[in-house]
């Protein structure tokens, strides 16, 4: 029955079906693991993710397949998050923050205070392999301080503020702004 499925559609419905981000290796693995004599790398599983991305940019396709958190998953394109964001309900925040993070152990110190470290859903959300990806206190104030940031954050805020009139019209696409 492989040889009426392509490999390319096997990949693609391994990481569509999956709710964490699966790896190449892994793929490579799951496929080899029916010992049906369908076989593939992970440096061809690598070249048939980039392969499908090419063509859900060539057909405009509002998704496509990312790296994060050591494997691949479907993400919406940066450039739809502004409608996505009226989608989510007021305490998406809080509970996002929760998924975020999980509970390490308890702190020896009086009060015994509970200590959390980051899990894949961190890994994801940020769109990142590892937590070494994140900036340096150093770095983050130097962002902060820095005065494209400061005109980039107003942009941002001009932009939401155009979303949420434009919605309140019955317009979803406004004046065709680019988002950032």
Same mark, same amino acid.
Request: glycine fraction near 8%; charge should be negative; hydrophobic fraction near 35%.
């Given at each position: 029955?492989?040889?009426? *499925?392509?490999?390319?559609?096997?990949?693609?419905?391994?990481?569509?079906?999956? !709710?964490?981000?699966?790896?190449?290796?892994?793929?490579?693995?799951?496929?080899?693991?029916?010992?049906?004599?369908?076989?593939?790398?992970?440096?061809?599983?690598?070249?048939?993710?980039?392969?499908?991305?090419?063509?859900?940019?060539? +057909?405009?396709?509002?998704?496509?397949v990312i790296q994060i958190g050591?494997?691949?998953?479907?993400?919406?394109? @940066?450039?739809?998050?502004?409608?996505?964001?009226?989608?989510?309900?007021?305490?998406?925040?809080? $509970?996002?923050?929760?998924?975020?993070?999980?509970?390490?152990?308890?702190?020896?110190?009086?009060? @015994?205070?509970?200590?959390?470290? +980051?899990?894949? +859903?961190?890994?994801?959300?940020?769109? *990142?392999?590892?937590?070494?990806?994140?900036?340096? !206190?150093?770095?983050?104030?130097?962002?902060?301080?820095?005065?494209?940031?400061?005109?980039?954050?107003?942009? *941002?805020?001009?932009? $939401?503020?155009?979303?949420?009139?434009?919605?309140?019209?019955?317009?979803?696409?406004?004046?065709?702004?680019?988002?950032?």
């Amino acid at each position: 029955m492989h040889t009426e *499925i392509s490999a390319k559609a096997i990949v693609e419905s391994l990481i569509f079906s999956h !709710p964490e981000p699966l790896g190449a290796g892994q793929i490579a693995e799951t496929i080899m693991a029916r010992e049906d004599g369908f076989e593939l790398t992970p440096g061809e599983v690598d070249e048939i993710v980039a392969e499908l991305n090419r063509e859900y940019q060539d +057909t405009g396709r509002c998704f496509s397949v990312i790296q994060i958190g050591g494997g691949y998953t479907f993400a919406t394109r @940066r450039e739809f998050h502004p409608w996505l964001q009226f989608l989510q309900h007021e305490n998406a925040s809080r $509970k996002m923050s929760q998924e975020l993070v999980d509970v390490a152990g308890r702190n020896d110190s009086p009060g @015994r205070p509970l200590l959390y470290q +980051t899990n894949s +859903t961190f890994l994801k959300h940020f769109g *990142i392999n590892s937590i070494d990806e994140l900036p340096k !206190p150093r770095e983050i104030e130097e962002i902060l301080q820095d005065d494209d940031m400061a005109q980039h954050r107003q942009l *941002i805020l001009e932009l $939401k503020a155009e979303l949420v009139s434009n919605a309140g019209n019955g317009s979803a696409a406004g004046n065709g702004a680019a988002t950032t």
